[in-house]
């Protein structure tokens, strides 16, 4: 039994560098982006395919071995998760093992939230440059419209549906 707990700290140990490369990928993206480097994002976007399918590979075998731990201590399957682990080898007298399974547990956490914030930031960040680009759209089509545009009820210009579209890039 005392196998398994080290093999699930490893595996834990694995995803939390998992994750940290893709925090890394994720915040090396905010360059490439500023810097228009559509070339760098495209590898980067390969790279954080790689890794996202190698943590979820680790997160498979990690589930597979607390559900067989979980056995070996007595525990549903609804109870296979590392907390309850920890928990219980703690009650059997194995103090270091759970101790170690928790602290490992922690750190994927820190880094999992960490990768959230990042994303959540991102995410606001794509938001308001979509808030841009709509309203130079609007300002666009205002310059271009033979009359002046008059506001909707959403405080949007209504542009004339007889003009023609705008569109941003033409595809060849």
Do not use: W
């Not at 395919?49 to 559900?67: I, Q």
């Not at 109870?79 to 309850?84: K, L």
């Amino acid at each position: 039994m005392s196998a398994l707990p080290a093999q699930i700290v490893e595996l834990l140990a694995q995803q939390t560098e998992l994750a940290k490369g893709l925090l890394e990928a994720l915040q090396a993206d905010k360059q490439s982006i500023i810097a228009h480097d559509t070339a760098a994002l495209e590898q980067s976007n390969r790279h954080k395919e790689a890794l996202v399918a190698r943590l979820h590979a680790a997160e498979r075998r990690r589930h597979d071995a607390c559900l067989e731990l979980a056995r070996t201590l007595g525990l549903t399957p609804e109870d296979a998760v590392v907390a309850r682990i920890a928990e219980r080898l703690r009650a059997q007298g194995l103090g270091a093992q759970g101790q170690s399974l928790s602290d490992a547990a922690d750190r994927l956490r820190a880094v999992i939230l960490s990768l959230r914030e990042l994303v959540a930031v991102s995410h606001g960040f794509l938001e308001q440059s979509i808030l841009g680009i709509r309203g130079l759209i609007g300002l666009i089509a205002t310059v271009r419209a033979r009359d002046a545009g008059t506001y909707d009820a959403t405080g949007r210009i209504a542009v004339d549906p007889s003009s023609a579209p705008i569109a941003l890039r033409q595809e060849a």
